[in-house]
């Protein structure tokens, strides 16, 4: 498997950005599916984007369509999520997570590499 550390978190102001980035090692980054999730106090972890091995094809919760960038370098065995025009109901501990190969559906359960997670909070 490959091990996944999120940065970039913190603190920022409704209406600003932060870029989150996913490193990875191990063998074989390319050919991992990479999603984020996000999981705020209380509530189920949820579906932020996901990101196909090449990077050709991604994929976003209706939630922040039109907001987030999923990318990756595989040469740099990074994923990255740029957030934009962030609100507060963005606030969460944000995951990145990895599966090799084919990625059957967009739930936590699909995914078998995890990171440790970044904060992102967002002030009103």
């Known amino acids: 498997q490959v091990q996944l550390v999120e940065s970039g978190g913190g603190l920022v102001q409704a209406g600003g950005s932060l870029r989150l980035s996913c490193a990875a090692s191990?063998?074989?980054?390319?050919?991992?599916?990479i999603a984020w999730f996000r999981q705020a106090p209380g509530q189920e972890r949820e579906f932020v984007a996901t990101?196909?091995?090449?990077?050709?094809?991604?994929y976003y919760a209706d939630s922040v369509k039109g907001r987030f960038t999923i990318s990756r370098d595989n040469d740099k065995s990074t994923v990255y999520l740029q957030m934009n025009s962030l609100k507060p109901e963005d606030t969460a501990v944000y995951y990145c997570a990895g599966k090799r190969g084919i990625v059957a559906n967009w739930t936590p359960v699909a995914f078998d590499s995890w990171g440790q997670g970044t904060q992102v909070t967002v002030s009103s």
């Open positions: 191990g063998r074989s980054f390319s050919n991992y599916v």
């Open positions: 990101i196909n091995r090449s990077g050709g094809t991604t």
